[in-house]
């Protein structure tokens, strides 16, 4: 549900741009939604486009264009490992494989206890520092092997009190 106070944060971003350009905040108001939300709903996105005037379907395919949106719920930690040609070849898929592993879901799922959903992801723009992974879409994570992601998954659970 978006409130009236998150379409007041629209109109801040709207108010940056040209009057006849408020479409430019797309981005900006759909990181609103997934800030407040954790996700960006289909509901959410019918908002964001009347507000901005311009079609559903538009809101949609810039959603759909960057994995840094999330169109279905995910896990307190979001954890993105590249997997790009460069990466692969410095162990970019054992890092994935790793965590499937070591968390016991597949690429895509999230845990059971909904504090970890991992996902592949294309060029995170580190590849000197492979194999790489970032972490909510913020915290980028180098040179991962095996025992770092133990030491990463083992810390963020430590954190969240389920170690």
Same mark, same amino acid.
């Given at each position: ?31 609103i939604v997934q800030q407040e939300q954790g996700w960006v709903s289909t509901e959410s996105e019918a908002v964001?486009?009347?507000?901005? /005037? ?32 460069? +990466? ?19 690429? /895509? ?13 294309? +060029?995170?723009?580190? +590849? ?8 909510n879409d913020r915290c980028m994570c180098s040179f991962m092997s095996n025992e770092k992601l133990d030491e990463?998954?083992? /810390? ?8």
């Amino acid at each position: 549900m978006i409130t009236e106070a998150t379409k007041a944060r629209f109109a801040r971003e709207v108010a940056k741009y040209p009057a006849d350009q408020k479409q430019s905040a797309v981005m900006a108001c759909l990181t609103i939604v997934q800030q407040e939300q954790g996700w960006v709903s289909t509901e959410s996105e019918a908002v964001i486009a009347e507000f901005l /005037g311009m079609p559903e379907i538009a809101v949609h395919e810039v959603t759909t264009f960057y994995n840094m949106y999330n169109t279905a719920p995910v896990g307190k930690f979001k954890l993105n490992v590249c997997t790009n040609l460069p +990466c692969q070849l410095r162990d970019g898929y054992k890092a994935l494989h790793h965590l499937e592993h070591k968390l016991g879901i597949k690429m /895509g799922q999230t845990t059971a206890d909904g504090m970890f959903t991992l996902q592949q992801s294309e +060029c995170l723009g580190a +590849c000197a520092d492979s194999p790489v992974m970032l972490v909510n879409d913020r915290c980028m994570c180098s040179f991962m092997s095996n025992e770092k992601l133990d030491e990463l998954i083992d /810390g963020l659970k430590a954190a969240e009190g389920q170690a």
